[in-house]
Every structure is written in structure tokens, then in C-alpha cells.
């Protein structure tokens, strides 16, 4: 302990005798170094924890950016998602109101196949007149005058939409009058007739 004692003592003597013999000018030029010395690391400690701060805020920025990319791609494949999910829906819908439209078409064909047959029927001056309807195809019994069943068939036969395709003939003794029982088909919209059909 002693002995550091006596070297600060020695160094601090040894300074004192070095500074005496510089002049004021070299005074002034030594504290001038020492000051320049002192800012430049000060300056240059500065610098580098400001550099570093500058470094770590720009990797932060970067990975935002990152970060941001990867929630536009997330939201944008959500979008999509969601557009196909709406785009399936409006199919959807879309058939749904199609099949109803094709239910309430082929309703209303079969009320206007049935309207018309019973118009005709009555028309022809026909009696106990019967219908009954199966899918596409419409039962009919009714009994009248020959004459009267002949203008039925053909008034039957310049149907576009309808097709005899079965009927029967029973002559009544009693009555002079025809019992016959026929069978008919509704063709849907541009359906080639059948010539075919069976008569008995």
C-alpha cells in the first residue's frame, strides 16, 4: 500500500515538474488534445449505442412489415374463401328456385292438361265423365254417342301436348251408347310423338 503511495506521489511530482516547464501555449495546446480526445470517446460511444439502437428499430420495422405481409395473405385467402362459400350459396339458391320454378311449371301443366280434357269432354256433349291423373299420364272413362267419341279422339289427336297412348270400347245394347275408357300422356316441351299406342 506503501509503496502505490509513493509511486502516485512520485508520478504526480513528476507531471507537476513536466507541466512547469511547458509554457502557457503548450498548456493551452495539451488541453485542447485532451478535450478533442475525451469528446472523440464520448462521441465515438455515442455513436455506436445509437447505431445499434438505429439497427434493432430497422429489424423491428422489417419484421412488421413481415408480419403485415403475412395477415394481408391471410385475410386475402379468407376473402377468397368467403367469395366461394357466397358463390355456392347463390348456385345453391339459384337450383333451389329453379327446381321450384320447374314444379310450378309442370303443376301448371298438368292443371292446364286436365282444364283442357275436361273442356273437350264437355265440349263434345260426353256423359259421366271421369279423370284421374297418374304422373304423366291422365286416365279418362266417359260414355256417349259414337259420333261424339269420334270428334273427342280427334280433337284429342290435334293436341300438341297430348298423346293417346291406351283405349278401350264397350258398346252398350241398352243405351246405343259408347263406354270407353282412355288413357293419355302429357308430353313435356319438345318431346317427338309416339305413333305407337294400343287399341282394344
Not at 104 to 133: P, T, V
Amino acid at each position: 500500500m506503501n509503496r502505490v503511495k509513493e509511486s502516485l506521489k512520485l508520478a504526480l511530482s513528476l507531471a507537476e515538474s513536466y507541466l512547469e516547464k511547458k509554457s502557457k501555449r503548450e498548456l493551452i495546446l495539451l488541453f485542447i488534445f485532451c478535450f478533442l480526445v475525451g469528446f472523440l470517446a464520448v462521441f465515438s460511444a455515442t455513436f455506436e449505442r445509437a447505431k445499434e439502437s438505429l439497427e434493432a428499430k430497422n429489424q423491428t420495422k422489417m419484421n412488421l412489415k413481415h408480419q403485415l405481409l403475412e395477415l394481408q395473405r391471410v385475410f386475402e385467402a379468407n376473402k377468397t374463401l368467403d367469395n366461394t362459400k357466397d358463390l355456392e350459396d347463390w348456385i345453391h339458391d339459384l337450383e333451389q328456385k329453379i327446381s321450384m320454378q320447374e314444379r310450378q311449371k309442370n303443376l301448371l301443366q298438368n292443371q292446364s292438361s286436365i282444364y283442357a280434357l275436361r273442356q273437350i269432354a264437355d265440349s263434345k256433349g260426353l256423359q259421366d265423365f271421369m279423370l284421374e291423373q297418374e304422373n304423366q299420364r291422365i286416365l279418362l272413362y266417359a260414355k256417349g254417342k259414337y259420333k261424339n267419341f269420334s270428334a273427342l279422339l280427334e280433337q284429342l289427336e290435334s293436341q300438341q301436348h297430348l298423346e293417346i297412348y291406351h283405349l278401350n270400347l264397350y258398346p252398350n245394347a241398352l243405351t246405343q251408347d259408347l263406354e270407353f275408357y282412355l288413357g293419355v300422356d302429357r308430353r313435356q316441351s319438345g318431346e317427338i310423338p309416339n305413333s305407337q299406342g294400343s287399341l282394344e
